[in-house]
């Protein structure tokens, strides 16, 4: 199960991500980038309560990334121990800007 929470004022977005981002859910998070994307000059994804991260939610980060490099900065921020593993062993932390 994935909770999404957002809070989008003018050019910045803030999407916070609780419970798990996988096959099964990763299509609702990818939706409601798509439909908010555009136009953001800030992408900020929480991952505070994010407790797992599939290929599936990692393939959603990459294809935001690549969008949100031609019209601003993306940001993935409160990453716990489990979830940066994963960014370090895929490279991820060489792609995301992780705070």
Do not use: C, W
């Amino acid at each position: 199960m994935l909770n999404i929470a957002k809070n989008i004022e003018g050019k910045k977005a803030e999407i916070i991500l609780e419970g798990r981002l996988d096959t099964v859910t990763a299509p609702e998070l990818e939706t409601l980038l798509k439909e908010h994307i555009d136009g953001l000059e800030e992408l900020v994804l929480n991952f505070e309560n994010l407790d797992y991260i599939s290929s599936a939610g990692l393939r959603i980060l990459l294809s935001s990334q690549k969008k949100m490099n031609r019209q601003g900065e993306m940001k993935v921020v409160n990453v716990n121990e489990t979830i940066m593993e994963i960014f370090e062993v895929t490279g991820f932390t060489d792609i995301l800007t992780i705070e």
